[in-house]
């Protein structure tokens, strides 16, 4: 039998070099008078059907883990922003280009503390560019240009 001691430290390397500097892109902006379920139902329209594979709610927030049925080594973390109504897009640059599995999305909660972000929605919003890496919570790059 072999010994799975590279395994993990090939997974362990993986996981120090995902996420880095977070990317937010606003996706689709809804009324006010539209639900949460509205909103949610609006978003698997727009991203094609995908199947929820993880959902969070915060009183400011909603933050979903996507992924289509075929590919669900292939998800995309999506926050709804609950004040101003609008479904932002989180990716980061980190050359990850296929998307997301499961577990980098349980490491990015758990490991990068990433509901610090996403719990308030305004902050993803900001000027401020915001770096995400495992074992530290979200730290501030710099500012966007205006």
């Not at 995902?18 to 949460?36: N, Y």
């Not at 594979?53 to 289509?68: D, E, G, I, K, N």
């Not at 993803?124 to 205006?146: F, K």
Request: with cysteine; glycine share 6%.
């Amino acid at each position: 039998m072999r010994p799975r001691t590279p395994q993990i430290r090939a997974d362990e390397r993986k996981i120090n070099e995902m996420f880095g500097q977070m990317q937010v892109t606003q996706m689709i902006q809804l009324s006010k008078l539209e639900t949460v379920d509205e909103a949610v139902a609006k978003l698997l329209e727009f991203a094609e059907y995908p199947k929820i594979l993880r959902w969070f709610q915060f009183p400011t927030a909603l933050v979903v883990f996507v992924a289509h049925a075929d590919s669900p080594d292939s998800g995309a973390v999506y926050v709804y922003d609950r004040k101003e109504c609008v479904w932002l897009w989180v990716d980061f640059n980190d050359q990850n280009y296929g998307g997301y599995s499961p577990l980098e999305f349980d490491v990015l909660i758990n490991q990068c503390n990433f509901f610090r972000l996403a719990s308030s929605p305004a902050l993803l919003g900001s000027p401020v560019q915001w770096v995400v890496t495992p074992g530290q919570g979200p730290t501030v790059l710099g500012r966007l240009a205006a």
